[in-house]
């Protein structure tokens, strides 16, 4: 059974700092691209940053430059540490993994954690 069990989310003031910690059993971590989501009230879920699993990454432009996404493998574990947080942060946050086998994709979730960043 997958489980992706999110942590770390909270309130914060404008400028502080978060990480989020995401950790995966009933997987092969290794082989999965990971990624977070946000979903703000009202809006759609957006990708906020991913990692592949030879490691590259990619970030929305709406947090380069503030937010690093890292994974350990040994521990089925990814990353997310949040710098320079701004109130338009302000979004539950869902770990995803992803494994694609040939033309498959197959994706599994988080429950997703609060992340509130007061101004």
């Known amino acids: 059974q997958v489980q992706l069990v999110e942590s770390g989310g909270g309130l914060v003031q404008a400028g502080g700092s978060l990480r989020l910690s995401c950790a995966a059993s009933?997987?092969?971590?290794?082989?999965?691209?990971m990624g977070w989501y946000r979903q703000a009230p009202g809006k759609q879920r957006e990708l906020v940053a991913a990692i592949t699993s030879a490691g590259s990454t990619n970030y929305a432009d709406s947090v380069k430059g503030r937010f690093t996404i890292s994974r350990d493998n040994a521990k089925n574990t990814v990353y997310l540490q949040m710098n320079s947080l701004k109130p338009e942060d302000t979004a539950v946050y869902y770990c995803?993994?992803?494994?694609?086998?040939?033309?498959?994709?197959?994706?599994?979730w988080g429950q997703g954690t609060q992340v509130t960043v007061s101004s």
């Open positions: 995803n993994a992803r494994q694609k086998v040939f033309i498959k994709v197959y994706d599994a």
């Open positions: 009933g997987i092969q971590f290794s082989i999965n691209d």
